[in-house]
């Protein structure tokens, strides 16, 4: 690009930024990411500069028990944070996603509010403008005697794709911007003078965890294996699948240090390395423990967090295909990892990594594949398999209201169901049975309804 072009573009960036009232900690890492773009950087991690992370390298949490005492006594210098931006709208939610309804009349908002009472431990949420008025409302409601401490993620202008200059839409401004990605998180406890507060308080630990992962409650083994060793910086690692292969992998770099890796910072003639199970063998479950003094000191050293940037390709407007093609700039919370010295993994069980991402996985979790047990989620003892693979057609089950449309009266049994794939439009009555790997399919243009009692353990066409 050419250096007036550039120069304009800042400016015009700077701009709206500032209009948005943007704190100029914010302002200043929006300009640093955007420089390493017009001067040719990607973001990209190639293989040739990283290696496999092996599993005797990784400490195992059942390993941790010793620890447990230490975790309790911690507990009182702890916060839970949940990051609570996102709005649910693959879902076909405008709300925050938290508030769905997980299942018995429970939402996520609940079950994290009891999972963190249980523990009595300090709980906060970084919500996102979408979220934040819907997230406290729902907290008023529940009458909590101690309120979580809320504080707002921040947010980017989306960038063109062709001139990298800002991507302008009149007519619904809200969508020239864009999350910053999780890794906003450590720029807004800053910023929001969250960090100061909670340090003044004697908080100089947190567990950060996504709404949608019911899995991840606080764990006072690795808790006190995380301050009794003065660890800087933990993440959860969860053994890699073939279902686990978007999400962001580890590894060494060259230089020793331990990386986190996404899909978007590799190169399209990599993917089938990076998606090498048998090299990248743990992936991110999104579960990071973070000590708060060992953080405000790389602020002050640094003045920022600089985390490895992602390029993400998206259309202007999400919804709209035909709309100008942007790119997002964004962090991922969990590459803080490469900027801590002594940062460490913990391999944990994938009862640590329940996440909702979609209406099946939604279909999963409301099921009897799986129970709540002291507010917690975990797989129904008397399930003997431990995954469950579910594909629903996005037309009829995609969105939260057309799926709950169709199972009105009930989720049918999965307790014995290995796979199960519906195509076409079908209703469920109750006390429907489903086992073992079925597929059942609705080629009509009229709505089949399986009806109550029935046991399924062979495929269905209507």
């Given at each position: 690009m050419k250096e007036p072009d550039a120069l304009t573009h800042v400016r015009s960036f700077i701009g709206m930024m500032e209009k948005e009232n943007l704190p100029q900690e914010v302002i200043d890492s929006f300009v640093y990411y955007y420089h390493k773009i017009i001067h040719g950087e990607t973001?990209?991690?190639?293989?040739?500069?990283?290696e496999c992370v092996r599993e005797n390298e990784i400490t195992y949490s059942k390993d941790l028990s010793g620890y447990s005492e230490a975790g309790k006594k911690a507990i009182q210098n702890t916060v839970r944070i949940v990051l609570n931006g996102g709005l649910g709208t693959s879902m076909g939610l405008n709300k925050a996603k938290s508030l769905i309804e997980v299942r018995d009349g429970k939402t996520f908002l609940d079950i994290?509010?009891?999972?963190?009472?249980?523990?009595?431990?300090?709980?906060?949420?970084?919500?996102?403008?979408?979220?934040?008025?819907?997230?406290?409302?729902?907290?008023?409601?529940?009458?909590?005697?101690?309120?979580?401490?809320?504080f707002l993620q921040h947010k980017y202008p989306k960038v063109l794709r062709d001139g990298l200059g800002p991507a302008l839409w009149p007519k619904n401004k809200k969508i020239e911007w864009n999350p910053p990605g999780h890794?906003?998180?450590?720029?807004?406890?800053?910023?929001?003078?969250?960090?100061?507060?909670?340090?003044?308080?004697?908080?100089?630990?947190?567990?950060?965890?996504?709404?949608?992962?019911?899995?991840?409650?606080?764990d006072e083994a690795i808790l006190g294996y995380f301050a009794e060793n003065k660890i800087p910086f933990l993440m959860e690692v969860a053994d890699r699948t073939p279902s686990d292969l978007k999400g962001g992998h580890i590894a060494r770099h060259k230089n020793g240090q331990l990386i986190l890796r996404e899909a978007a910072q590799c190169l399209d003639s990599e993917l089938g390395a990076f998606c090498d199970t048998t090299c990248y063998s743990f992936f991110n479950t999104n579960n990071i423990w973070i000590n708060l003094i060992y953080l405000k000191n790389l602020i002050k050293e640094k003045g920022f967090v600089y985390l490895p940037f992602i390029m993400n390709p998206k259309t202007l407007d999400p919804r709209d295909e035909k709309s100008p093609e942007i790119y997002q700039i964004e962090t991922a919370m969990g590459s803080a990892i490469s900027l801590f010295e002594g940062a460490t993994v913990v391999r944990v069980?994938?009862?640590?990594?329940y996440p909702v991402k979609k209406c099946s996985d939604l279909l999963a979790v409301r099921s009897d594949c799986y129970l709540?047990?002291?507010?917690?989620?975990?797989?129904?003892?008397?399930?003997?398999?431990?995954?469950?693979?579910?594909?629903?057609?996005?037309?009829?089950?995609?969105?939260?209201?057309?799926?709950?449309?169709?199972?009105?009266?009930?989720?049918?049994?999965?307790?014995?169901?290995?796979?199960?794939?519906?195509?076409?439009?079908?209703?469920?009555?109750?006390?429907?049975?489903?086992?073992?790997?079925?597929?059942?399919?609705?080629?009509?243009n009229t709505c089949a309804v399986v009806k109550k009692n029935t046991v399924v353990n062979n495929d269905i066409t209507f």
């Open positions: 973001g990209i991690i190639y293989n040739k500069d990283i994290i509010v009891q999972q963190s009472q249980k523990a009595n431990i300090r709980l906060a949420f970084m919500n996102s403008f979408g979220t934040y008025m819907d997230t406290a409302e729902a907290l008023q409601k529940m009458n909590l005697s101690v309120f979580p401490i809320l890794g906003d998180i450590y720029t807004a406890l800053h910023t929001s003078g969250m960090l100061d507060k909670l340090l003044s308080e004697g908080i100089n630990y947190a567990f950060i965890s996504n709404s949608d992962n019911l899995g991840a409650d606080i069980p994938r009862t640590r990594f709540i047990k002291d507010e917690k989620l975990i797989i129904n003892p008397e399930r003997k398999l431990q995954t469950i693979r579910i594909n629903l057609d996005s037309k009829f089950y995609g969105k939260i209201d057309r799926f709950n449309e169709r199972f009105k009266e009930g989720v049918p049994s999965l307790i014995n169901c290995e796979s199960l794939s519906i195509y076409g439009d079908v209703v469920f009555e109750n006390n429907v049975k489903i086992a073992g790997n079925i597929v059942i399919k609705n080629t009509g």
